[in-house]
Nanobody, 121 residues
Framework: QVQLVESGGGLAQPGGSLRLSCAAS????????MGWYRQAPGKQRELVAA???????NYADSLKGRFIISRDNAKNTVYLQMNNLKPEDTAVYYC???????????????WGQGTQVTVSS
């Protein structure tokens, strides 16, 4: 079994910052990629940012320059530093990870439970 546990969400003022963390645990053989998605009320879930095991990153175009994704491979943890937050960043943020188990014979997309980020004055 693999679990993703997120932390760091909450309330921030416009222009403020928050840092999300997501730690993967369980019978992990390899983590190929980790990332963050978000879903605002009434909208579809969308990619925020992702990072591969080698460090290659990709971001939603609208978030480049404000959000930074990073990863600690030794801790199986991914971070999302969110700066200059705007009210439209309000959403539930979900951690996602592409993980191999069973000595790499099985590969699956795992999701965290989601953490609420609210940007409001």
């Amino acid at each position: 079994q693999v679990q993703l546990v997120e932390s760091g969400g909450g309330l921030a003022q416009p222009g403020g910052s928050l840092r999300l963390s997501c730690a993967a645990s369980g019978s992990i053989f390899s983590i190929y990629a980790m990332g963050w998605y978000r879903q605002a009320p009434g909208k579809q879930r969308e990619l925020v940012a992702a990072i591969r095991s080698g460090g290659h990153t990709n971001y939603a175009d609208s978030l480049k320059g404000r959000f930074i994704i990073s990863r600690d491979n030794a801790k199986n943890t991914v971070y999302l530093q969110m700066n200059n937050l705007k009210p439209e960043d309000t959403a539930v943020y979900y951690c996602n990870a592409d993980i191999g188990t069973n000595y790499g014979t099985t590969r699956y997309d795992y999701w965290g439970q989601g953490t609420q980020v609210t940007v409001s004055s």
